[in-house]
């Protein structure tokens, strides 16, 4: 590559003037239209609907999924195929990230470049980096996360000016060549707009430090959402409990997370490179109770075949029998065997086997209620609250409420191949005060729910209506309204949603209202409006 090539790939870029997309187009004109001209169309759209979500950059609540849906507009307006965001705390740490494309495999190469490589010398020299090919760009074809991932078309631009605040990476491309111009521009401007939001997530990581960053660097704490005073709680009795051998009893509410307390259980383990076996009593029939936890040999019953059970699966590693309360009264009694002597045998066999396990259990009844109904055996009972943790419900950490409907958004858009969307700070407030009584579960099926009735939509974030369209007027009523009272219905649920996501600023909510803040105080009482109005 010719020497004055890479200086020119740096030169200052021009903002070009694109054609609008929002006049209406005849479908006669859709179908004289090529490939090429819808995909312009597509690219044009994806731009302005990112240059729409930058206007938003200082009125976000919370800033992470704003980040999120922002990496993955600018994928697509500069026609990219892996993105990679990183902003720095004031010593220079890595104080947030996300990505979009990459495999956890990938993502760790990726971080390598944050010291040596594209990216360090991004970072370094201030510059905006771009290259049709960095195996071919004498700059970058030593570096060895180069070589190794044989790394072509690539941009990366740093983020604020000195100190540098973090860094957007750009890597592949939809066609081969350089970026284009236009894609350069949208991800040197995308980069410039970030730097005050991430001097705000500086700030908020050292306001409210995370009360579990100590326990996360001594455990494996991966999958788990919030920091409520009630969760630290329970976590913190991990690294003293988890290493152990003894029976472990997790009670609570149905949909705290008791069977992902007993995976962290597992992993923190000394088992943890041994089989997690896990077992919902509550569905097994009484009379395939017996063959699905101790196995069965041919001739133990009709159609029988010699099978291992979950017991003997278990060997060496955890196994976690949910709904323990419901096992049935004759396998309670093999169980204690099993636990006095680790020796059990196949249903129709006598041949007696040895299983290596450790055993957690969970339930959301009351055994000791249930000894004293003759339900459960006490023996048993005892064997299984050696060590007893008890999560709590999510009316007791409602803290982290917010952090769980965001993470259930996100997972759930992905997961069922939604459009990326995000929660309104109106619904993330109506959760925070709703009783939940299937918990987390419950909460997570909600947050599924809301999204699919605001793609339906085609909505641009889950609105309070989404999550509850139960409520009078979420969904408008039947009986028919006069034209009158049907604008009145609508302006009153129009301000109210505004109020409530810029959290009653009555100047930032005439503003998006692009009405006069008089006037917004004129309608909050014409129509009765108060803060804690349900």
């Not at 081969?176 to 995308?190: A, D, K, M, N, V």
């Not at 409520?228 to 009670?251: C, F, I």
Request: charged share 25%; with cysteine.
């Amino acid at each position: 590559m010719p020497g004055d090539r890479s200086a020119a790939l740096n030169e200052p870029l021009k903002p070009t003037r694109l054609p609008s997309v929002d006049a209406p187009v005849g479908r006669e004109r859709l179908e004289t239209r090529g490939p090429a001209d819808l995909q312009t169309m597509a690219r044009i759209k994806a731009e302005r609907d990112l240059y729409k979500r930058l206007l938003d950059l200082g009125h976000v609540a919370d800033p992470e999924p704003f980040l999120k849906e922002a990496l993955r507009l600018i994928v697509e307006v500069a026609g990219a195929h892996q993105a990679y965001l990183e902003i720095y705390g004031n010593d220079h740490e890595r104080a947030w990230w996300t990505s979009h494309g990459f495999s956890d495999s990938e993502l760790d190469e990726v971080r390598l470049c944050i010291s040596r490589g594209i990216i360090a010398k991004a970072v370094a020299s201030g510059e905006v980096l771009v290259t049709p090919s960095a195996m071919l760009d004498p700059r970058f074809s030593e570096f060895d996360s180069v070589k190794n991932r044989r790394i072509q078309a690539v941009m990366c631009a740093p983020i604020g000016g000195e100190p540098v605040r973090g860094v957007l990476y750009l890597q592949g491309r939809e066609h081969p060549g350089l970026y284009t111009e236009e894609e350069r521009y949208s991800g040197r401007i995308f980069a410039a707009q970030l730097a005050p939001l991430a001097n705000l997530l500086i700030r908020a990581n050292q306001s409210t430090p995370d009360p579990l960053r100590g326990l996360r660097q001594r455990i494996d704490l991966e999958g788990v959402i919030g920091s409520s005073p009630g969760l630290v709680r329970v976590l913190e009795q991990l690294p003293t409990l988890a290493p152990l051998d003894a029976n472990v009893l997790l009670t609570g509410e149905t949909g705290t997370g008791k069977s992902q307390l007993a995976r962290l259980i597992h992993r923190n383990s000394t088992r943890r490179d041994g089989p997690f076996i896990e077992v919902n009593c509550g569905v097994l029939r009484e009379s395939l109770a017996e063959s699905e936890l101790f196995g069965t040999v041919p001739g133990a019953f009709t159609d029988a075949i010699d099978r291992a059970g979950k017991i003997e699966a278990a060997h060496g590693g955890t196994l976690f029998l949910d709904e323990i309360g419901d096992l049935p009264l004759d396998c309670q009694v093999k169980l204690l065997q099993v636990l006095q002597s680790h020796e059990f045998s196949r249903l129709g066999s006598t041949e007696v086997r040895v299983s290596d396990f450790r055993l957690v259990t969970a339930t959301n009844v009351d055994l000791k209620q249930a000894v004293k109904d003759k339900r459960f055996r006490e023996d048993l009972y005892f064997r299984l609250d050696v060590l007893h943790i008890r999560m709590p419900s999510l009316a007791e950490r409602r803290e982290d409420i917010a952090a769980l409907t965001a993470f259930f958004c996100d997972q759930h858009c992905r997961s069922n191949r939604l459009p990326a969307l995000q929660m309104s700070r109106g619904a993330v407030l109506a959760a925070e005060l709703a009783e939940w009584p299937g918990n987390v579960r419950d909460l997570s099926h909600a947050v599924l729910k809301a999204i699919v009735r605001a793609a339906q939509e085609s909505a641009t974030q889950v609105e309070r209506r989404h999550l509850f369209p139960d409520e009078p007027g979420a969904a408008g009523e039947s009986v028919e309204l006069t034209f009158q009272e049907a604008t009145r219905r609508f302006q009153a649920g129009l301000l109210r949603e505004a109020l409530e996501n810029n959290d009653w600023n009555i100047t930032e909510t005439a503003r998006r209202l692009d009405v006069a803040r008089s006037h917004v105080h004129n309608l909050i009482k014409a129509f009765g409006l108060s803060k804690n109005h349900e």
